[in-house]
């Protein structure tokens, strides 16, 4: 891939999230404290399901991989946005942006995928109790989650070789505090036709594609559910599946409307953009482990444990 052939200007100029001193200090201070939080909340679930043997099943295996992802799509996204608040050039070179739009890709697709894999383990779990164990096998857990990479990744690469052959020149500013393949259609002089056409149709397939699966397992979750006539067993189902659909909400509303949108520099943008990369990979942590009763529990087991062997 060779950039230099293809480009007239070698850096993009990131305006970030606002162009007031006082106001980039104080949202350089926030986002920092939900970076950290965004990291250890993360690196709790990925250590505790590790260390704790009761939540070796299936659905901690998807949650652990889920952990992974969202410290690297934290990772890819905060530390630019960080920088960019501090820094006074606000520069990004092509090579690197492109390497950012591959990574948000990767990370972004792997997780929606992953969500429908979680959303079929739920499915089974409610639906099929008895068969559970033999469904959820640890081939087919394993085969979900690197598919689900594999996919996410060839979606990247598709689209960042077609962002690869742009021409950029005179407008290299960007209103967005990190490289996002929709924001870098507007500074291209060559014709995004093509980028376009391949965006849209992959965006539309990687969510079809894992919706249909979502709505079919939940569809079949809630009639499992309604179907139990006890209250007090209804109400457990649905607080089961409730923390997955939170998630679902946030990911998949705020990443879906950013990259069907036009792309026209509004602070609109920004906060979706924000929502899906920022706030949701410190919201799943945190949702996962206050509202499950298992999670918690383990926590406690692995605190005493440590406090005893002090």
């Given at each position: 891939?060779?950039?230099?052939?293809?480009?007239t200007?070698?850096?993009?100029i990131l305006l970030?999230?606002?162009t007031?001193r006082?106001t980039?200090?104080l949202?350089?201070?926030?986002?920092?404290g939900?970076?950290f939080m965004t990291?250890m909340?993360n690196l709790m679930?990925?250590?505790l399901?590790r260390?704790d043997?009761?939540l070796?099943?299936p659905?901690?295996?998807?949650l652990s991989?889920l952990s992974?992802?969202?410290?690297?799509?934290s990772?890819?996204?905060?530390?630019?946005?960080?920088?960019t608040?501090?820094?006074q050039t606000?520069?990004v070179s092509?090579e690197?942006c492109?390497?950012q739009?591959?990574?948000v890709?990767v990370t972004v697709?792997t997780?929606?995928f992953l969500?429908a894999?979680?959303?079929?383990?739920?499915?089974?779990?409610?639906?099929?109790?008895l068969?559970?164990?033999?469904?959820?096998?640890?081939?087919?857990?394993g085969?979900?989650?690197?598919?689900?990479?594999?996919l996410g990744?060839?979606?990247?690469?598709?689209?960042?070789?077609?962002?690869a052959?742009?021409?950029?020149?005179?407008?290299h500013?960007?209103?967005?505090f990190s490289?996002?393949?929709?924001s870098?259609?507007?500074?291209?002089?060559?014709?995004?036709?093509?980028?376009l056409?391949?965006l849209?149709c992959?965006a539309i397939?990687?969510a079809l594609?894992t919706?249909?699966l979502i709505?079919?397992?939940y569809?079949?979750?809630?009639s499992?559910i309604?179907?139990?006539?006890?209250s007090t067993?209804?109400?457990?189902?649905?607080?089961?599946c409730s923390?997955?659909l939170?998630?679902?909400?946030?990911?998949?509303g705020t990443?879906l409307?950013?990259?069907f949108?036009?792309s026209s520099?509004?602070?609109?943008?920004?906060?979706?953009s924000?929502q899906?990369?920022?706030v949701?990979?410190l919201?799943?942590?945190?949702?996962?482990s206050?509202?499950n009763?298992e999670?918690k529990t383990a926590?406690?087991r692995?605190l005493?444990?440590?406090?005893?062997?002090?």
């Open positions: 891939m060779t950039l230099g052939n293809h480009s200007i070698t850096e993009f970030g999230l606002s007031d006082p980039r200090a949202l350089f201070v926030l986002f920092l939900i970076y990291i909340g679930m990925l250590v399901i260390v043997s009761h070796h099943s659905m901690y295996f998807f991989h992974f992802i969202d410290l690297c799509l990772s890819v996204t905060v530390p630019k946005m960080l920088e608040l501090l820094s606000k520069s092509v690197s492109l390497a739009v591959f990574f890709f697709g997780e929606a969500l894999g979680m959303a079929y383990d739920r499915y089974t779990a409610i639906c099929h109790p068969l559970y164990g033999q469904i959820m096998s640890k081939q087919l857990c085969g979900l989650v690197w598919t689900s990479w594999a990744s060839l979606d990247a690469l598709i689209n960042t070789l077609f962002a052959n742009l021409d950029f020149c005179d407008v500013v960007m209103s967005h490289c996002e393949l929709p870098l259609f507007p500074l291209s002089c060559s014709e995004v036709t093509t980028n056409t391949v849209i992959s397939l990687h594609g919706i249909i709505v079919f397992s569809a079949h979750i809630i499992s309604l179907s139990i006539r006890s067993g209804r109400s457990k189902a649905f607080s089961t923390s997955h939170i998630v679902l909400c946030f990911f998949y990443s409307i950013r990259y949108m036009p520099g509004s602070s609109l943008e920004l906060v979706f924000v899906y990369s920022v949701t990979p919201v799943n942590p945190l949702v996962y206050l509202k009763k999670v926590l406690k692995v005493q444990k440590g406090l005893h062997l002090r």
